[in-house]
């Protein structure tokens, strides 16, 4: 069965880092679409970066940009989401996902099949 495991959350401060990994297990990352998502407290989901299946390309929310980098190495299964300037805003639920079709990031969360249950960023003085 896929298994997706999220870890590297934590408490930081505004302007601070955090680098979050997502370990797959049952599924490779490569010829799949695979990306970050993160649940605000009390809001719903969104994504944060995805890649491509389709063209390999990464695609960032226009909140992220310049800020968060997206990463993975297939040889180790494993995605990557560096944070650099963290804001509150950006404090969440973040979860890593796994969509089979290649268009899976322009369908944003609908596109990913499966799911980690996330890790928590808490960005806060």
């Known amino acids: 069965q896929v298994q997706l495991v999220e870890s590297g959350g934590g408490l930081v401060q505004p302007g601070g880092s955090l680098r979050l990994s997502c370990v797959v297990s049952g599924a490779a990352l490569d010829g799949n679409s695979f990306g970050w998502f993160r649940q605000p407290p009390g809001k719903s989901r969104d994504e944060v970066a995805c890649?491509?299946?389709?063209?390999?390309?990464?695609k960032y929310a226009d909140s992220v940009k310049g800020r968060f980098t997206m990463s993975r190495d297939n040889a180790k299964n494993t995605m990557y989401l560096q944070m650099n300037t963290l804001k509150p805003e950006d404090t969440g639920t973040y979860l890593c996902g796994i969509g089979r079709v290649g268009y899976a990031c322009d369908l944003w969360i609908y596109g990913m099949d499966h799911w980690g249950n996330g890790t928590l960023v808490s960005v806060s003085s």
């Open positions: 890649i491509s299946g389709r063209d390999g390309s990464t």
